[in-house]
Structure formats: C-alpha cells, structure tokens
C-alpha cells in the first residue's frame, strides 16, 4: 500500500511524476486523488489551484481502530480510496428487498479491480448468475457455506447456503466450503449476512492484519467481523440509519473468533 511516484511543485501548485495515477493516501485520510490526466490540467493552470477532476474526499462517518465507514455512495468513494488486499461485498440484487433494491449494480467492479487483487461477491442462488456475469473471465471459484440453524428463500423454495464468488488473485489454499450458524443477532436491515458467516469468510480470504473495502456495507456485518478478526476495513453505504447501526455493532465489545 505504499505511494509511488513523488509530488513536486508547479505554477505554485502540487503536480503529479513518476506515476500514472496517486492516490494521497495515508490510511485512512485521504485528501486529493491525483491521475496523471489531472496532473497535465493542473500544469495547464485551472485558476484554482486544484486539478478539475479532484473531487474533496468525503469525510469518514466513523473512524476507530483502523476501521472506517462512509456514508456516501461507493461510486463516488472507491475512485479516491488506496488499494487495500480484498474487496468483498453484498450488493443489492435488484430483489425489491428496499428502495436501493431495484437493481443489480455493476459500475463498482472496476474499481474493485483497481483496489485489490482480489474480490468477494456475496449471494443467494437468485444472485449468482449476475455475480458470475460481473466476474467474467476473473472467475476463480465459489466457496459455499451451509447455513446449519436456518433458511432464506431461494428459487426452489427454501435454501440453506451462501455463495461468495471469488475473482482475481487466487487467496491462500484451503477449501471451498463451510458451516456457520447463525445467532440470532437482528441488525434493523432488510438483508443483513449473519456475522458468524462473515468471520468464517473473512477468516479463510485474509491473514490478521489483512484489509478489506466492503463497497455496500449495510449494517457493517462485514466491518463487524473485520474487527473481530484484527482486520483493517473501509466500509461504504449509502444510508445514514444503516451506519448508525454499524458504528453501534462495532462499539460492542469485541467478540471472540474461535
Ligand atoms: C444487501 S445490502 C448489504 C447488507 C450487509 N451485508 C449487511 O450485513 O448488513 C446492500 C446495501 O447497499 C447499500 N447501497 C445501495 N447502493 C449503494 C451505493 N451506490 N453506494 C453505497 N451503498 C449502497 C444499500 O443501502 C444496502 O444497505
């Protein structure tokens, strides 16, 4: 995660060398994103002392012990984020669940792309086409989880696992499949992931330390479990009430993962 390339001063302003793009990034505050398309701009001068293109970094909703919520829209955040080891999410599925339930999106592969080698996506089996769609050919695997202590609605009727579809950079070796359980914790969303399932995931994806951006963070079950975990994490979502209720599940006590 260290920064390339060095800044140097022109027309009395901050010009980009050395490398295409930089993100000024010291985790987590992070002030411009400067690409090389923006550098020659600034050179040309804008009259305002900024490159056109950078937009102000939104400001974090919450930030504590290396994890960081904003309430924005990904779309507008991951562009000025630094890379980090994994990008692992539950997008909407355009299931009519909420409002931001109509469709399936799909702008914010390409910046998982550009931030990690490798990306997560979570479903149910009404998902999985899209998700493997949206992969394409960075498609690695699946990894199963089989929900032991209860069921969601599925196509055929009632089902008891979740997909996460693997893309990019093959994760460390071991297997493709596992159980959770699920215990009773009710976040005040529509579609919350349960957390034992989102420490079992994480866990096989990432070594301590590790960090992870969760584009449609919800109710912060994936930050949760990072926390858990000793893991640093970005979380992004879009509505205010669902990041009130993560900071409140990261203020409780830290859980143990055993
Ligand atoms: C399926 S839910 C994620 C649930 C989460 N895994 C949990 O355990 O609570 C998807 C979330 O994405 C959010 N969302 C939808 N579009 C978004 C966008 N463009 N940027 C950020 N968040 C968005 C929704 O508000 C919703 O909370």
Redesign the pocket.
């Known amino acids: 995660m260290g920064v390339v390339g060095h800044l140097e001063a022109g027309n009395g302003m901050l010009a980009l060398c050395a490398s295409p793009a930089l993100t000024l990034h010291l985790w987590p505050s992070v002030e411009w994103r400067y690409t090389a398309e923006n550098s020659k701009r600034t050179q040309r001068g804008n009259g305002y002392g900024r490159p056109p293109n950078c937009k102000q970094m939104v400001k974090p909703y919450y930030e504590e012990d290396g994890i960081v919520i904003y309430n924005?829209?990904?779309?507008?955040?991951l562009p000025q984020l630094a890379p980090v080891d994994l990008v692992v999410?539950?997008?909407?599925?355009g299931c009519g669940?909420?409002?931001?339930?109509s469709s399936f999106?799909t702008e914010?592969y390409v910046e998982a792309k550009r931030l990690a080698p490798t990306t997560c996506v979570?479903t149910g089996s009404a998902g999985l086409p899209d998700s493997i769609k949206l992969v394409g050919a960075d498609f690695l695997d699946v990894i199963a989880a089989r929900n032991l202590n209860g069921m969601t609605r599925g196509p055929l009727g009632f089902g008891n696992w979740l997909a996460a579809v693997v893309a990019g950079t093959k994760p460390p070796q071991g297997i493709n499949c596992f159980d959770f359980t699920v215990n009773g914790e009710m976040?005040a969303?529509?579609?919350?992931?349960?957390?034992r399932y989102?420490q079992k995931l994480l866990a096989r994806m990432l070594p301590k330390g590790g960090s992870l951006i969760?584009?449609?963070?919800?109710?912060?079950?994936?930050l949760r479990a990072a926390k858990d975990l000793g893991l640093k994490a970005i979380g992004?979502?879009?509505?205010k009430r669902?990041c009130e209720?993560?900071v409140q599940r990261l203020r409780q006590q830290v859980l143990q993962f055993a």
Do not use: N, Q
């Open positions: 924005a829209d990904c779309r507008e955040v999410t539950d997008p909407p599925y669940k909420a409002e931001w339930d999106p914010w979570i976040p969303h529509p579609s919350p992931k349960p957390l989102m969760d584009p449609f963070m919800g109710s912060g079950t994936t992004i979502e879009l509505e669902y209720i993560a």
